[in-house]
């Protein structure tokens, strides 16, 4: 699959597209295929590697530990991984993964248990690929819920 890679820390002139192999899930994860990746304010900390504190602390020293950029990511469930029963195959889903300047994503589904009344919200919008971004889909569902009843 192609990905945008960085080798090292730097602006955006340090990056490039590269032929990667794709994810591996495991069980607890989905595989996304991108559509959609932000860029926010923390992933362009993590491309410069600022502050530098950071790369003591673990992100990589020279270059980052986590060579292709990106976390917010929206797109649709390509694989699940054993345990997943909230996900299927076709699924349009957003959340984070990290590394999601790719043509596919890892994210983890685990730790999240959602109410009978989030549920059922959740049937009525786009579903959240993580437990990270989960009050987010919860919150659009409730404000067109919402706009609905208004009318």
């Given at each position: 699959?192609?990905?945008?890679?960085?080798?090292?820390?730097?602006?955006?002139?340090r990056l490039r597209?590269?032929d990667?192999?794709?994810?591996?899930?495991?069980?607890?994860?989905?595989?996304?295929?991108?559509?959609a990746?932000?860029?926010d304010?923390?992933?362009?900390?993590?491309?410069?590697?600022?502050?530098?504190?950071?790369?003591?602390?673990g992100?990589g020293?020279?270059g980052?530990?986590n060579r292709?950029p990106?976390l917010?990511?929206?797109?649709?469930?390509?694989?699940v991984g054993a345990?997943v029963?909230r996900?299927?195959?076709?699924?349009?889903?957003?959340g984070i993964s990290?590394g999601?300047?790719?043509e596919?994503?890892?994210?983890?589904t685990?730790?999240w248990?959602p109410?009978?009344e989030?549920?059922a919200?959740r049937?009525?919008?786009?579903?959240?690929a993580?437990?990270?971004c989960?009050f987010?889909t919860?919150?659009?569902a409730?404000?067109?819920?919402?706009?609905r009843?208004?009318r």
């Amino acid at each position: 699959m192609r990905a945008v890679v960085q080798d090292v820390y730097g602006s955006a002139d340090r990056l490039r597209l590269a032929d990667i192999d794709k994810p591996v899930i495991a069980a607890g994860e989905v595989l996304v295929r991108v559509r959609a990746a932000g860029v926010d304010r923390g992933t362009c900390h993590l491309m410069r590697g600022e502050p530098y504190l950071m790369r003591i602390l673990g992100f990589g020293f020279r270059g980052p530990k986590n060579r292709i950029p990106g976390l917010d990511v929206a797109g649709t469930v390509a694989a699940v991984g054993a345990g997943v029963t909230r996900f299927q195959t076709g699924d349009e889903v957003f959340g984070i993964s990290r590394g999601s300047f790719a043509e596919y994503g890892r994210c983890a589904t685990v730790g999240w248990n959602p109410s009978a009344e989030m549920a059922a919200a959740r049937s009525q919008s786009v579903q959240s690929a993580g437990p990270e971004c989960s009050f987010i889909t919860e919150a659009l569902a409730s404000s067109r819920r919402t706009a609905r009843t208004d009318r």
